[in-house]
Nanobody
Framework: QVQLVESGGGSVQAGGSLRLSCSASGRTLSSSAMGWFRQAPGKERDIVAAINWSGSRTYYAESVRARFSISRDNDKNTVFLQMNSLKPEDTAIYYC????????????????WGQGTQVTVSS
């Protein structure tokens, strides 16, 4: 049974930074593509960023490009999302997702999902 656990969410003022982490149990992430998604109240869950198994390829939604950075530490079985210059519109529940394959995935067809962590940005 694969479990993904997100951490690092919280409340921050606009312009601030947060670093989300996603760790896994029950499966090594070193061969998995990973993604971060977010869902704001009343909206669909959208992809924020994705990374392939080795970290050599990444993808960012246009709304976060140049502000967010996805990375991974396969030795620690952990994926990160560094979020800088946060805006109120970044407020959402952020979810980590893992794929059974290693290639970069930019859609929502991931195999495993975490429970999410709340990020709230105040103006």
């Amino acid at each position: 049974q694969v479990q993904l656990v997100e951490s690092g969410g919280g409340s921050v003022q606009a312009g601030g930074s947060l670093r989300l982490s996603c760790s896994a149990s029950g499966r090594t992430l070193s061969s998995s593509a990973m993604g971060w998604f977010r869902q704001a109240p009343g909206k669909e869950r959208d992809i924020v960023a994705a990374i392939n198994w080795s970290g050599s390829r990444t993808y960012y939604a246009e709304s976060v490009r140049a502000r967010f950075s996805i990375s991974r530490d396969n030795d620690k079985n952990t994926v990160f999302l560094q979020m800088n210059s946060l805006k109120p519109e970044d407020t959402a529940i952020y979810y980590c997702a893992a794929d059974s394959l290693g290639g970069l995935r930019t859609n929502s067809q991931y195999d495993y999902w975490g429970q999410g962590t709340q990020v709230t940005v105040s103006s």
